[in-house]
């Protein structure tokens, strides 16, 4: 079989994407399209199939085609299983991540395997199942996906019937889901390589929100839970804090009881110590939920240094 080298532009990508993991990523060409790349944590492949499988194949991860830098999963069950679960716990993360790398495109596009165009098509075949939402404007495309944020998480990938011998085409229908992140032309052909670097390093980290959907996670419940320990233990149980909060639209407490709630979320790297947590009845967890920056200060925890992100 003969090496394909990689093209400049999937060299700097895969080396971001190393960096955030800490340890070597992998890419891999697609077998008939020798502009197709993907690039990808290799315990993917483990997660997918076992240890001792191998990474050729997988197509989970970072999609470098036709000049397009993409979010894409389309293989198996498993990732995609572990994708919907996440998504449910933090269906922010697809505005999170379309948004985190904005600069460098100049169309929004994102597509899905739906149940109800499943159900409205009874299509059979893969591309029976897209659901398309894309726009030029960033407004107009950001505005679509948060009306029914919950509901397109939900309607992710149909159950279809197996589609037979791996190799058809269909093996892979049900699972699919794409969202363009950037022109990799901008990192391809940019004029230096620090500025190719930073730009990878920006899409990879844009990516991130969803590209961490694709590992196994503890429940929330559990995370909260360890939270309010450590808040216990060194604040003691306070009342609703959310008034504290610099920027908070301004809002009454519903005067339930207060929750652990994570400034920086757990999903994003956010810890469990006290200085990551604030108290909050459950209509200010909710509105809160990934829209927090700051920390306690570490030298008095009675001072929230917290900033609403409108």
């Known amino acids: 079989m003969i090496e394909v080298a990689e093209p400049r532009g999937v060299a700097f990508i895969k080396d971001a994407l190393a960096e955030r993991l800490g340890r070597p990523a992998a890419t891999r060409v697609a077998k008939r399209n020798p502009s197709e790349w993907y690039v990808f944590d290799p315990c993917f492949a483990v997660i997918q199939r076992g240890v001792g499988s191998a990474n050729r194949g997988y197509r989970s991860g970072i999609q470098i085609n036709n000049g397009d830098v993409s979010f894409y999963n389309v293989h198996s069950r498993t990732p995609a299983k572990l994708l919907k679960t996440n998504l449910k716990q933090r269906p922010e993360a697809i505005i999170n991540a379309a948004e985190g790398c904005i600069h460098l495109r100049d169309y929004h596009y994102l597509h899905f395997s739906s149940h109800k165009m499943s159900h409205q098509t009874g ?141 920086i979320p757990y999903a994003r790297g956010g810890s469990d110590r006290d200085w990551n947590g604030v108290w909050l009845c459950a209509k200010h967890h909710r509105m809160t939920e990934g829209r927090l920056t700051g920390c306690r200060d570490h030298s008095d925890l009675s001072n929230v240094q917290v900033r609403f992100l409108a």
Not at 139 to 159: H, M, N, Q, T, Y
Request: contains cysteine; negative net charge; aromatic residues 8%.
């Open 123 to 263: 299509g059979k075949r893969a591309a029976d199942t897209i659901r398309v939402i894309e726009s030029p404007m960033w407004k107009d495309f950001k505005r679509e996906i948060e009306s029914d944020l919950a509901g397109i998480v939900k309607d992710l990938f149909p159950e279809l019937p197996s589609a037979g011998k791996v190799g058809t085409g269909e093996a892979i229908r049900g699972s699919d889901f794409c969202l363009f992140l950037a022109d990799y032309h901008r990192i391809e052909l940019a004029k230096s390589d620090e500025v190719a670097a930073k730009r990878a390093t920006e899409v990879i980290n844009a990516a991130w929100h969803l590209f961490s959907c694709l590992y196994p996670w503890e429940s929330p419940k559990k995370r909260d839970a360890s939270l309010r320990r450590a808040m216990l233990s060194s604040l003691g149980l306070q009342s609703c804090e959310y008034g504290q909060i610099i920027d908070a639209p301004n809002s009454d407490c519903e005067g339930s009881a207060v929750e652990a709630a994570h400034i």
